[in-house]
C-alpha cells in the first residue's frame, strides 16, 4: 500500500494542502481537483471539521488520494486512518509518530529540513519526506544541497511552505523532489466561500507546468 500511495504522490508531483472548516465543502473541492487532473489533497488536521472532511472525501470521491496533514500525535494518526485517510504528512519528525504510523500500515511523510533530522527519519525507514517550511529554511536552493550527502539513502523531499507559481520551477526541476505542497491552489477562503472555479483553475495550471517537466 505505501509504495502504491507513493507512486500515485509522485505521479501527481502536486499535493494541494487544504484547511476546510465546513465538511460540506470537502466533496465539493476533491471532485473539483479530481476533474482538473489533480486527485489528491492533504487535509491539514487544524480545523474542527478536517476529520469528517477526510471521512466524506474517501467515501464519496473514488480514486481520489486524501491525506491528513500536520499530524503532531500518535492519537491523531489513529483518528485519521479512521476516518479512512490514504496518507499521513506531519512538519516535524519524531520515533512515536513514525512508530504509530508503523503500527497502523499508513503511508507516513515526516517532517525534516537539517541533516540531523533528516538521519533520524532514515534510521525509521523514512525515505519520503517534507521540508517544511521550505522556503524559510532555504528553499529549492537548500533541497539541491541535500542532494549529494544523502543520494545512497535515497532520500527524496516534498517541499512545502511558501511555495507558489512563481518558485515552482526551480522545485520541479530538482530530481530529489517527489511531490510538492500546495497551499496556493485552494486557499481556505476560496473553499469556504465555494469559490472552485478559482481553485480548479489553479489546479489545472498547476497540472500543466508539472506535465512541463514530463511528469
Known amino acids: 500500500m505505501s509504495g ?3 507512486e500515485r504522490l509522485t505521479l501527481a508531483r502536486i499535493a494541494p494542502v487544504v ?3 465546513d465538511a460540506r465543502r470537502g466533496v465539493e473541492l476533491a471532485q473539483t481537483l479530481a476533474a482538473a487532473g489533480l486527485p489528491v489533497a492533504e487535509v491539514t488536521l487544524r ?3 478536517a ?3 477526510i471521512r466524506a ?3 464519496e470521491v473514488p480514486g481520489f488520494l486524501v491525506g491528513a496533514g500536520t499530524l503532531l500525535t500518535p492519537a491523531q494518526i489513529d483518528d485519521a486512518v479512521e476516518a479512512g485517510v490514504h496518507f499521513g504528512v506531519s512538519p516535524g519528525f519524531t520515533p512515536a509518530l513514525s512508530d504509530a504510523a508503523t503500527a497502523v500500515g499508513l503511508p ?3 517532517g525534516a529540513v537539517t541533516s540531523t533530522e533528516i538521519l533520524a527519519a532514515a534510521e525509521r525507514g523514512h525515505t519520503h519526506l517534507k521540508f517544511f517550511p521550505a522556503e524559510p529554511s532555504g528553499g529549492s536552493a537548500a533541497v539541491a544541497a541535500f542532494a549529494a550527502p544523502f543520494a545512497s539513502l535515497g532520500i527524496r523531499f516534498m517541499p512545502t511552505g511558501g511555495v507558489r507559481p512563481s ?4 522545485y520541479l526541476a530538482l530530481p530529489t523532489v517527489f511531490a510538492i505542497g500546495g497551499t496556493w491552489i485552494a486557499p481556505r477562503d476560496q473553499i469556504t466561500e465555494g469559490r472552485f472555479d478559482e481553485i480548479g483553475a489553479a489546479a489545472r495550471t498547476a497540472v ?3 506535465a512541463a517537466y514530463g511528469a
Open 47 to 49: 480545523t474542527p471539521a
Open 167 to 170: 518558485n515552482l520551477d526551480a
Open 208 to 210: 500543466a507546468t508539472v
Open 19 to 21: 484547511e476546510i472548516t
Open 4 to 6: 502504491s500511495v507513493l
Open 51 to 53: 476529520l469528517e472532511a
Open 57 to 59: 472525501i474517501a467515501a
Open 108 to 110: 507516513f511523510v515526516p
